[in-house]
Structures are given as structure tokens and as C-alpha cells.
């Protein structure tokens, strides 16, 4: 079982529309949680950091679950510059980035 | 401010080649890390130095090894290069450790026939 679980999508939605990603990882002495965003054939760059008391970052909303071992992203409001892929990362010993969720938004 | 450089863009070797990724940061970051990205596995932490003078071992460490030259250059090589280790190489920094933002260079696309 991998340590970090992601669906690969791809999710296909129309603009305007409210999106989740779910994210398992199988530590449970996990620490540090990020959501990073990777355009095709770029590099990944941090979305947000995910708190325990979850978050907020204008549309995104990140929120932890440590009983059920998972994190999850809410995109609202979805805009075309959105579609990306999103990479779940968990600090448990060393990073572990997820495979990524693959997002695309149509007009 | 270039942030995070890498060069070669793309190199193709072939079986048994030897080659060194070169990576450079301008934002005086302690912390720097070598991943390789492979389809359907996500980034892999293959080495990664927490400070000038030391480096660890990631997950997928065999078949490479590392220098941290100084504070801004962190090198990957690989001595004897095989067909598995055909992979997107991402390097990146952070400013205290794997907590902080890591900023990543664009990648090095590395072919091995």
C-alpha cells in the first residue's frame, strides 16, 4: 500500500463549479500536510498548508482528519486557470508526495 | 532572482553513461532536496541535505549520489546510468527544512536507452 493515496482523476467540471480532492496516508505519526499544484509539464508549487483546525485561502479550503488518516482540498467557484494537477505531501519521516489529482476545467 | 536553477533541460544517455544534474538556489536556502517525478508514482525523495555539509538518503536513493557543494549548489550524479532511472528530476530548496515551502527548479526530462 502506497503512503499517499490520491484518486488520478481526471476530474472534468464546468467553470463555477465546486470541486473536492480526498488524500489518505497510511502514517499515523504524520506531522505536516501541503497541498502543492503542478501544471503540465512544470514543476509543483505550494497551493497552501493544511492545519489542523483546517483553512482557508480564497476558494481553496484545505482540512485535515487525523482519526480517519485523510486531507482533502474544496476548489469553489472553479475558474479554467485552475486546471492543474494536485499533489497531496505528508511529512511523516521524510516527504511523500501523493501521484496527484488531475483537474481539468471547461468553459 | 532565479530562485531554483537546474541544467541540463533534457539529457538522453545511454546504458552505463555517467552523468551529474546540476542544481543552484539564489534565495540562501539551508535545505535542499533531489526528487525524481515518474508517471502514476508521484515525487520520490532521492537525497536531501538539511544544511551545507550534510546530506541523507530519501526513499530511492540507490544509483545516485550527491554533493552539497556549498550553500547554493546541490548536485545529483548518476555513475552508471540504467534504463529504470529514466525519470523528470525536480531539485528544490527550503529555508529551515521539509516544514518550510520548498521552491523547485523546472526539471531536468533524462532519457536512458
Known amino acids: 500500500r502506497k503512503e499517499v493515496e490520491q484518486d488520478p482523476g481526471p476530474f472534468n467540471v464546468p467553470e463555477g463549479a465546486t470541486v473536492a480532492f480526498n488524500c489518505t496516508y497510511s502514517?499515523?505519526?504524520?506531522?505536516?500536510f501541503f497541498w502543492y499544484r503542478q501544471d503540465c509539464r512544470k514543476e509543483p508549487k505550494l497551493l497552501m498548508s493544511?492545519?489542523?483546525s483546517g483553512n482557508e485561502d480564497g476558494r481553496f479550503t484545505a482540512q485535515l482528519n487525523r482519526a480517519s488518516q485523510y486531507i482533502s482540498l474544496l476548489i469553489r467557484d472553479s475558474k479554467l486557470s485552475d486546471s492543474a494537477t494536485y499533489l497531496c505531501?505528508?511529512?511523516?519521516?521524510?516527504?511523500?508526495f501523493g501521484a496527484g489529482t488531475r483537474l481539468t476545467v471547461k468553459p | 532572482n532565479a530562485g531554483v536553477t537546474q541544467t541540463p533541460k533534457f539529457q538522453v544517455l545511454k546504458t552505463g553513461q555517467s552523468m551529474t544534474l546540476q542544481c543552484a538556489q539564489d534565495?540562501?536556502?539551508?535545505?535542499m532536496y533531489w526528487y525524481r517525478q515518474d508517471p502514476g508514482m508521484g515525487l520520490r525523495l532521492i537525497y536531501y541535505?538539511?544544511?551545507?555539509?550534510?546530506?541523507d538518503k530519501g526513499e530511492v536513493p540507490n544509483g545516485y549520489n550527491v554533493s552539497r557543494l556549498n550553500k547554493r549548489e546541490f548536485s545529483l550524479r548518476l555513475e552508471s546510468a540504467a534504463p529504470s532511472q529514466t525519470s523528470v528530476y525536480f531539485c528544490?530548496?527550503?529555508?529551515?527544512?521539509?516544514?518550510?515551502?520548498?521552491?523547485f527548479g523546472p526539471g531536468t526530462r533524462l532519457t536512458v536507452l
Open positions: 493544511v492545519y489542523s
Open positions: 502514517n499515523s505519526a504524520s506531522q505536516s
Open positions: 534565495m540562501n536556502h539551508n535545505s
Open positions: 541535505s538539511a544544511s551545507e555539509g550534510t546530506t
Open positions: 528544490a530548496s527550503s529555508d529551515r527544512g521539509p516544514t518550510d515551502t520548498q521552491y
Open positions: 505531501v505528508v511529512l511523516s519521516n521524510d516527504m511523500r
